[in-house]
């Protein structure tokens, strides 16, 4: 591993800041202001339906806690949010079921 010096380390810290900042201010700062037109909301609506799954898919089926190897109490977790966010179409309540019901398979199974 190399070393890296303390101007470089900061050089880097300060670019990814003004990145992060131009990437944000591109939709906030120069779009925050106007009207959006009708097909840009429709396509924003599915943004949380698509992100949400993509951040979870990973932690239910390849989680660091086990190695990688999917388990019982992931999966059944991930099932019961699922049928709770079908049924309910209530976001917070499925994540508090499927939360519960993986606590409550790594109670069971140990």
Do not use: Q
């Not at 086990?66 to 991930?78: C, F, N, V």
Request: aromatic fraction near 10%; hydrophobic fraction near 55%.
């Amino acid at each position: 591993m190399t070393e890296m010096s303390s101007l470089t380390l900061w050089g880097l810290i300060v670019a990814l800041g003004i990145g992060t900042f131009l990437i944000r201010y591109s939709f906030i700062g120069l779009l925050g202001g106007r009207e959006l037109p009708e097909w840009v909301l429709r396509h924003l609506r599915y943004t949380s339906v698509a992100v949400f799954p993509a951040l979870i898919a990973p932690l239910v089926l390849w989680p660091a806690a086990t190695g990688g190897e999917p388990d019982p109490a992931r999966l059944s977790a991930a099932a019961v949010t699922l049928v709770a966010g079908i049924l309910t179409k209530n976001v917070v309540l499925s994540v508090f079921m499927g939360g519960a019901a993986l606590y409550g398979v790594i109670a069971l199974l140990g």
